[in-house]
């Protein structure tokens, strides 16, 4: 202890506040680190399990995860083609023909895009991103099959976390591999092992398992075999942590006291008395008619019936029990855990609830917050997912001459050229529609921002399908031309 307050009074800078081992608020702090591999690794298989159990039995973590999942993908991000025409030496005009058609092309594929044939692309997109935030991670392979009716053979294979885990009998001399990620000498991954069964399965048959070991890269393409969707938050990190780990406690605790509020109000709910007596080995309720009682079976207890007049026996007398539910403190003291919950999650209390009580101005701010964490998860999961998978489908696209890329294979400039895609999602929703469109029309008309971003931000359309249709629409509601009734 002296050496304590010795190391206490001659520290500086950091060591006298958030680092002083003198204070005595900090005494007791006895905080321990590691690297990415201890700290997150270690941990992950409790992790993953106590965020999906929360995420079925927790109406909260439910609505979060769920709350991010919609706003973020909804019913999938869609693909406008954005290719670099002055690279290319395109005209405007064949810019826009090129990228009609490969939308059209992309279109076409989506819907055989899924290697179990169980979602289609937008359905993929949900579900990859709701197991990411779930489970911490979520692997993408990329097989090329060729089905009947399917004029591509570039396939998306989901793969849950689980399945990338260490291979027991493998020999790892040599090799850098923690949680069924091998990395090289920079820290890149090199291949990946994946379980043929869920670990966690136990249905006869699955219980021989095996690995196998899928390379990151092509080793003479360079081609993407896998896709490893993760947000990561520290460097080295080979593993994804489940979005919910921060607040586990607080989401189990805050089920827990919810559960007990809601048993305490059903019990309160039911009208219950205690018959004292001066004779307890009489049965009770001697002086109540046959008729008047629900069920007489029971000597010990006795069920009256709507609006019932009870006579007692000679020295019997009744104790109610005062209701204690609801309990006043419920609303405030659980909002208070939920905003605590919703910023860690990044999602206001209001949108957390789905509970709008507070003035425009409170409202308006909250939903401007949120879609900022939104786009940040969008432009994650359209750059580690999306654009990824739209350029294996484009090589292939252009390979088989369903699309005609020139200089595709050849310049790496030109590919990414060809390349370009933005990806836009449901959009913010509007408080007020009329100052939010008024508000987009100005950003237009002085320059700010362009019809085709506009419209995807307000309504989550594409500006030209939406200006083809509007042209059929006016065409067709032209007034009919008018005669003099010359002609017969």
Not at 54 to 79: H, Q, S
């Amino acid at each position: 202890m002296r050496l304590l307050g010795t190391l206490g009074a001659l520290a500086s800078g950091y060591g006298r506040h958030g680092a002083s081992w003198a204070r005595k608020s900090l005494v007791g702090w006895l905080a321990s680190g590691g690297g990415p591999d201890e700290d997150i690794v270690d941990h992950i298989d409790v992790l993953r399990e106590r965020s999906r159990d929360l995420f079925v039995g927790t109406p909260l973590a439910t609505g979060a995860l769920r709350t991010l999942t919609t706003n973020t993908v909804g019913p999938g991000l869609r693909l406008i083609a954005q290719i670099d025409a002055e690279a290319l030496g395109l005209s405007d005009d064949a810019a826009d023909a090129w990228e009609r058609h490969a939308e059209r092309e992309f279109a076409l594929w989506t819907r055989h895009a899924d290697a179990a044939r169980t979602c289609t692309w937008e359905q993929l997109q949900g579900l990859a991103l709701l197991s990411a935030l779930m489970s911490g991670d979520v692997f993408t392979a990329l097989p090329k099959i060729r089905r009947p009716g399917s004029v591509y053979d570039l396939r998306v294979q989901l793969i849950e976390a689980d399945r990338v885990c260490d291979d027991p009998m493998l020999p790892t001399i040599g090799r850098d591999i923690v949680a069924g990620v091998e990395i090289g000498r920079y820290g890149e991954p090199v291949a990946y092992h994946v379980a043929r069964y869920h670990p966690l399965s136990t249905r006869p048959g699955k219980l021989r398992q095996e690995w196998k070991r899928v390379p990151a890269y092509g080793a003479r393409s360079g081609r993407r075999n896998m896709l490893h969707l993760m947000l990561q938050e520290r460097p080295e990190q080979r593993r994804g942590v489940p979005i919910l780990s921060p607040v586990i406690e607080s989401l189990k605790q805050l089920g827990r006291y919810t559960d007990a509020e809601l048993m305490g109000a059903v019990v309160s709910a039911m009208l219950t008395v205690f018959v004292k007596s001066e004779t307890p080995y009489q049965p009770l309720g001697q002086g109540i008619p046959d008729d008047d009682q629900v069920d007489s079976s029971d000597s010990q207890s006795i069920e009256l019936g709507n609006g019932s007049v009870v006579g007692l026996a000679p020295g019997e007398s009744i104790d109610s029990v005062a209701p204690s539910r609801p309990n006043t403190a419920f609303d405030g003291f659980t909002m208070s855990v939920c905003v605590q919950i919703g910023a860690a999650l990044e999602i206001p209390v209001e949108l957390l609830h789905k509970r709008f009580t507070t003035s425009y101005t409170a409202a308006r701010a909250a939903f401007v917050e949120f879609w900022k964490a939104i786009r940040t998860r969008r432009a994650w999961i359209a750059q580690s997912f999306c654009q990824p998978v739209y350029e294996e489908w484009l090589a292939e696209a252009v390979a088989s001459e369903r699309v005609s890329a020139p200089g595709f294979f050849e310049s790496p400039a030109a590919r990414a050229a060809w390349s370009g895609a933005d990806w836009y999602g449901p959009s913010q929703g509007q408080i007020n529609e009329k100052v939010e469109a008024a508000a987009a029309n100005d950003r237009v008309q002085f320059g700010f921002s362009t019809q085709t971003r506009e419209t995807a931000e307000l309504t989550g359309q594409s500006w030209d399908q939406v200006n083809r249709t509007r042209r059929r629409e006016l065409a067709k509601a032209a007034p009919a031309p008018q005669t003099d009734g010359s002609e017969t």
